[in-house]
């Protein structure tokens, strides 16, 4: 990742890529929710655009938690928030139950034979408890959000970085 060859990073970098990192979160299981419920009822195989949409998107929500986590690992130890600094103290024990989270719901996807009713729910549930792990930087996110135009080029630049290096697979 481009962003953790940075020196360091300031407090508005680090919330830069907060909001990106709670987006592109939020994108990836929005993104498999819908493609799961566009294969409700259907047997597995039966819709392969559809099952290689939810396996970009399921997967794709494991690389943005394993970056997030990159990132906080990287500059956590060496930055100290002026507010909500239990993004970083928490940081690990989030990801760690996010990808708990996630990984019941893809064993539960890839042990059965047909996309149910209860199976789509299911992990439609489990999407949306994984996304509520991060309110806190969803909280953030939409905090620095409310200053539009205003936010620093600090903010956005680091954003970009590493919504890019997100990108990059």
Known sequence: MRITRYPNLSETQFFGCTAA?????????????????????????AAFAYEMTLDTHRYGALIVLDRWAALVAAFGPHLRLSR?????????????????????????????????????????????????TFNEERAEAAQ???????LSEEYTSARRIFLEDLAVR
């Open 21 to 45: 990192f709670v987006d592109s979160l939020a994108g990836e299981l929005n993104a498999a929710t819908i493609a799961l419920r566009r294969l409700e009822g259907q047997a597995k195989g």
């Open 144 to 150: 620095s959000a409310r200053l539009g135009p205003m």
């Open 84 to 132: 909500r600094p239990s993004i970083i103290d928490a940081a690990p024990e989030r990801v760690r139950a996010a990808e708990t989270i996630l990984a019941a719901a893809n064993a539960l996807i890839d042990s059965a034979d047909r996309y149910t009713g209860a199976l789509v729910e299911a992990c439609a549930l489990a999407f949306q408890s994984l996304d509520t």
